[in-house]
């Protein structure tokens, strides 16, 4: 079961209105979270920013379209009122132990977060996935299908509907290495199913579930295989899986990890 820290722990109760900050990521770290989850923009003059939004205005304190602003005008928003919103460069930079799963937000980002995990060599350590075909097929196009990736949303699609994995994968094509998938899709159609995670494991793909926050519902999930769980609640998720006997970096939740001090 691998635990991501979905934009770094966003509804931890220490974090609120800290989501996709150095601040949250260091925090999950600091738990023991060796894969970070987070989204990516572009701004006008081409550089990367871990952000979720098209817009500033939900969680900084400053307005605007970053695909329309230059990375010094966005340097001075701060996320929360406090924390500055940080570059992919200095996300990747500062944790070279961690793996990062990153959603591809806008077209225009493809292309330049290619380019830099082609020049960095980052390739081992990426989960690549977006929402948008196009966006996600142009990235696999410019890494030459070098870096994993996630299915989008007609390739889960394919898995829902084809009757086994193996059929599912040969519509497919070009194999994704998850399904990142929530468990239900507009509250009508549940995607996660015993036969679902079958159907990917049947084919060679691992089943990562987002966004889950409920003890219970994180219980469920490792009954039926699950191999991922994407969390807001940190906490949650850590003393569940440790509980459970599969959290994976051997740390107790009553200790504090070495670099506990650098998380403040």
Do not use: C
Request: aromatic share 6%.
């Amino acid at each position: 079961m691998i635990p991501f820290a979905h934009r770094g722990g966003a509804r931890h109760p220490e974090l609120e209105g800290l989501e996709n900050t150095m601040a949250a990521f260091r925090h999950a770290v600091a738990l023991g979270y060796r894969h970070l989850e987070t989204d990516v923009h572009v701004t006008r003059d081409g550089v990367l920013l871990a952000f979720h939004d098209a817009e500033l205005d939900r969680v900084t304190d400053l307005s605007g379209a970053i695909a329309d602003l230059t990375y010094a005008e966005v340097q001075s928003a701060r996320v929360g009122g406090r924390e500055p919103v940080p570059t992919l460069e200095e996300l990747v930079d500062a944790f070279p132990e961690v793996r990062f799963n990153i959603d591809i937000k806008s077209r225009a980002a493809a292309g330049p977060l290619a380019r830099f995990v082609n020049d960095r060599h980052l390739q081992d350590r990426l989960i690549v996935g977006s929402f948008s075909r196009s966006a996600l097929r142009e990235f696999r196009q410019l890494t030459g299908g070098a870096v994993p990736t996630s299915a989008h949303p007609l390739e889960i699609a394919a898995y829902l509907l084809a009757p086994s994995g193996r059929i599912a994968a040969r519509l497919v094509g070009r194999k994704p290495i998850a399904l990142q998938v929530p468990v239900r899709h507009r509250r009508f159609i549940t995607v996660v199913t015993p036969a679902f995670v079958r159907k990917a494991h049947a084919a060679g793909a691992e089943v990562h579930v987002w966004v889950v926050d409920d003890a219970d519902e994180i219980r469920r999930l490792h009954a039926m295989g699950v191999d991922g769980i994407f969390t807001d609640r940190t906490d949650v998720l850590r003393e569940v899986l440790t509980d459970l006997g599969v959290w994976p970096h051997g740390q107790d939740p009553d200790e504090h990890p070495a670099d506990d001090k650098d998380a403040s």
